[in-house]
Nanobody, 114 residues
Framework: QVQLVESGGGLVQAGGSVRLSCVASGIMFSMATMAWYRQAPGKQRELVAEISSSGITKYGDSLKGRFTISRDNAKNTVYLQMNSLKPEDTAVYYC????????WGQGTQVTVSS
């Protein structure tokens, strides 16, 4: 069974850093394109970052170089390093495995205080 489990969320002050982790099971992780999305209250879910099996990365247009996605295939884990956090980064962050798995994690809350 496909399962994505996020961790690392919490409360952080503006300007701080957080690293989110997502451990995947039930998929061929090394072959999967993985992504992070986020959804703020009352807003649409948006792409934060994506990383292909070959390591090609993409970032959402709203980001300004503060976030970095990476993966460790030996650990079946994808990471999202978030630096210089702003209150507008407050959201639930979701791990995602792209097609054909189309799997989502349960989400982890990141709250950035002003």
């Amino acid at each position: 069974q496909v399962q994505l489990v996020e961790s690392g969320g919490g409360l952080v002050q503006a300007g701080g850093s957080v690293r989110l982790s997502c451990v995947a099971s039930g998929i061929m992780f090394s072959m999967a394109t993985m992504a992070w999305y986020r959804q703020a209250p009352g807003k649409q879910r948006e792409l934060v970052a994506e990383i292909s099996s070959s390591g090609i990365t993409k970032y959402g247009d709203s980001l300004k170089g503060r976030f970095t996605i990476s993966r460790d295939n030996a650990k079946n884990t994808v990471y999202l390093q978030m630096n210089s956090l702003k209150p507008e980064d407050t959201a639930v962050y979701y791990c995602n495995a792209k097609s054909p798995w189309r799997a989502w994690g349960q989400g982890t809350q990141v709250t950035v205080s002003s």
